[in-house]
């Protein structure tokens, strides 16, 4: 086993600071909407938002980028962020991504960090999380599918750690949520080895609106 195994560990680990926390893409809409109540409403939701929203976005994005040339990361990294509707989730995004790269110049150094700035200035890359978590796992010895995986993974788990606040529900109510969606995550990855950019499109319609309505929201937790 090698080391940068753990690393993608320690990346998707729920107290890796990139302000996912602080995130609910729309999620806290369906929570005052009293539509998500308890685990079984809140593992459909998050099945949803994984299969309708990341594996054919994000996912993908973190696929081509790593499967990809050089010459292929302006356009991947320009539908990374066309495919983002609602403003909340673009900035989301975008914050999200600078946090991961401070996160990894705190951990790797300067130079690593400096190195994803060059590529990302050359390129004209906006610092979208899945953008900037791509350019990362190139430096390390990850392959494309366990990236990937960690990434469907960790970007679904935090929704049921910020539900668990925000419902509210119990540790466990949430752990056995992220148990039950481990077979839909690895159904997820094998699903995105199947698709390309071309397949890239925003299919959510639900919580894209949520995530629009919660912009209006007076009283919130998260920030979308």
């Known amino acids: 086993m090698h ?37 079984d409403e809140l593992l459909a939701f998050c099945e949803s938002y994984l299969f309708e929203n990341v594996v054919y976005g994000d996912a993908i994005i973190v696929q081509e980028i790593m499967n990809g040339t050089e010459e292929s990361l302006a356009h991947a990294g320009a539908v990374a962020h066309a495919v983002k509707i609602a403003r909340e989730t673009k900035e989301a995004s975008l914050r999200m991504g600078s946090q ?20 990302m200035t050359a390129h004209q890359l906006r610092r979208h999380y899945s953008v900037v978590y791509a350019l990362y796992m190139l430096q390390t010895n990850i392959g494309t599918k366990e990236a990937v995986t960690g990434f469907l993974y960790s970007t679904t ?55 629009m309505e919660h912009e209006h929201i007076k009283v919130r937790l998260f920030s979308s």
């Open 3 to 39: 080391i940068d195994f753990l690393k993608l560990m320690q990346l998707h680990d729920s107290a890796f600071p990139i302000g996912s926390y602080t995130q609910s893409f729309g999620m806290e809409t369906y929570i005052q909407r009293d539509w998500i109540t308890n685990g």
């Open 100 to 119: 991961f790269l401070q996160t990894v110049e705190s951990i790797e150094g300067e130079a690593a960090a400096e190195e994803l700035k060059r590529i």
């Open 157 to 211: 788990t935090s929704l049921v750690h910020n539900a668990v606040r925000a419902v509210p529900l119990g540790q466990k109510s949430g752990m056995r949520t992220i148990s039950a969606l481990l077979p839909s995550v690895m159904k997820a990855a094998a699903l995105v080895e199947e698709l390309s950019l071309e397949d890239v499109r925003n299919q959510a319609v639900g919580i894209e609106l949520a995530s």
